[in-house]
């Protein structure tokens, strides 16, 4: 089994400004939501959330894309970096799917919700792409805390600690035996990565030190994902 990265659970960056402030109130606002609808069904709630947490980084990428073949200028990496979160978290979806079983009103929750953000962080981008960056960053401290809160109810037995789907094994190269507890783990040390990597891209869009600190590991992924996905 790969190590799995440790991951700062005391990080949050400190809004500095009014874009900051914005980014912030929006995500408390969306976490305040998440916690009235799922309460403590956690599998349930990662299959929405990763919905959700998929679309940053695809409209990020093609918007960026799109400004470089503009301006015929490289784009320092963000591209492929976007695209990776993006294909990321759509493979927590993929594994909370086995885990959880989503039922018809939460599929058509997911329908309604992915069409409204996609559409709403699409603009947000436009307008300022440093505050959608930074709302990311925000979102990803939430999902640290999220999946954290996840790790106590499978330590304390209030949830399954059932065998990782095949898809988690494949995709995180987890040994035959782990179990959604390891999932778990590795799923908070890719938000933890989003979690810095995007706050760092915000401040460097508002030509700020990153400020937070080193960016937390990536943990080991396959190579060919189409043989977990």
């Not at 505050?131 to 939430?142: L, Q, W």
Request: proline share 5%.
């Amino acid at each position: 089994m790969q190590d799995i990265p440790l991951v700062d659970l005391t990080v949050h960056h400190k809004p500095a400004g009014l874009s900051d402030r914005i980014a912030l109130g929006f995500t408390k606002v969306l976490r305040f939501c998440a916690d009235t609808f799922f309460a403590k069904r956690y599998g349930h709630r990662a299959i929405v959330l990763e919905t959700v947490a998929a679309v940053p980084g695809m409209v990020g990428a093609t918007i960026n894309h799109l400004k470089c073949l503009r301006r015929m200028c490289d784009d320092k990496g963000w591209i492929r970096t976007l695209m990776e979160e993006a294909e990321n978290e759509r493979m927590h979806l993929m594994t909370f799917i086995e885990v959880a079983k989503p039922n018809l009103f939460e599929r058509l929750v997911i329908m309604g919700v992915q069409w409204v953000f996609y559409v709403s962080f699409f603009l947000l981008y436009l307008v300022s792409a440093r505050t959608a960056h930074r709302v990311v960053g925000y979102f990803e401290e939430e999902a640290v805390i999220s999946y954290t809160m996840y790790l106590k109810e499978l330590d304390e037995g209030r949830s399954p600690n059932v065998p990782a789907p095949a898809i988690a094994r494949h995709y995180w190269k987890l040994p035959d035996d782990a179990t959604l507890r390891d999932v778990v783990l590795v799923v908070r040390a890719d938000e933890a990565h989003h979690r810095d990597v995007n706050h760092g891209f915000a401040s460097e869009l508002a030509g700020l030190p990153a400020g937070i600190g080193p960016i937390a590991p990536y943990p080991d992924h396959a190579d060919e994902i189409r043989n977990a996905a």
